[in-house]
């Protein structure tokens, strides 16, 4: 059967992208065109337009010399991508507690339960999405699609250092934590406590940061050579 137009690379598009989530193409690997088209069994036009929308949500690198790269994670950045996080996800939380309708309450909702729901199969993936389907339905309560989209953009960037806590949770045995925090914000932005999803939201970025932060301690003692013996 042949496929919509449009279909080819919204297929390549969702097969990368998610693969460049889970880290399967680590950071700075290369994305030849070529060879994406053989994988995929098509031309490269629907490649090209696929790693284009791939580039605009800030997961593909496109360079000056017509190569493109998964776009490189640089530890070194982290603090100052979490502020900027922080600041949107504190805006989109005030936006929606002054602006929310009833039907926004009832998306918030179910997008947090949908995420509780989801814990106890430790899907890395779908959690991050289900994540990601929450904190949008607070920016979309907002009504600034313009805010709405650059938090929409950090999200996604957001995701594959999301995953590498994922990842740290599944391999210890943990189980995937609950979010009581979103329930909480929902609760502030339907009483239009703009204060308080304020707080929450803020709180909700510390707690991303400090899990974060004890991967990459977790992480790095974990690393051959830096034990008693490692010189």
Do not use: W
Request: contains cysteine; neutral net charge.
């Amino acid at each position: 059967m042949a496929r919509k137009r449009g279909g080819g690379s919204r297929h390549v598009l969702d097969a990368l992208r998610d693969e460049i989530l889970e880290l399967k193409l680590a950071p700075g690997t290369a994305l030849d065109e070529t060879a994406l088209a053989a994988r995929f069994g098509m031309s490269r036009s629907p490649i090209r337009e696929a790693l284009i929308r791939l580039s605009a949500v800030g997961l593909v690198q496109m360079l000056p010399n017509r190569s493109t790269i998964v776009a490189p994670l640089d530890i070194a950045t982290l603090p100052r991508f979490v502020e900027a996080v922080d600041y949107l996800q504190r805006a989109t939380a005030r936006l929606a507690a002054r602006h929310r309708t009833e039907a926004d309450i009832a998306a918030m909702s179910r997008a947090a339960h949908d995420y509780d729901a989801l814990c106890p199969t430790g899907q890395a993936l779908a959690l991050s999405e289900a994540n990601k389907v929450f904190h949008m339905s607070i920016a979309n309560a907002g009504g600034n699609r313009y805010l709405a989209q650059s938090y929409e953009r950090m999200l996604d960037e957001g995701r594959r250092i999301l995953h590498f806590h994922f990842a740290h949770v599944r391999k210890s045995g943990s189980e995937f934590p609950l979010s009581p925090e979103h329930h909480l914000m929902v609760s502030a932005i339907a009483a239009q406590d703009e204060a308080e999803a304020d707080r929450l939201a803020h709180n909700h970025t510390r707690v991303f940061e400090d899990r974060i932060a004890d991967f990459m301690k977790v992480t790095y003692l974990e690393q051959p050579g830096l034990g008693e013996d490692g010189a």
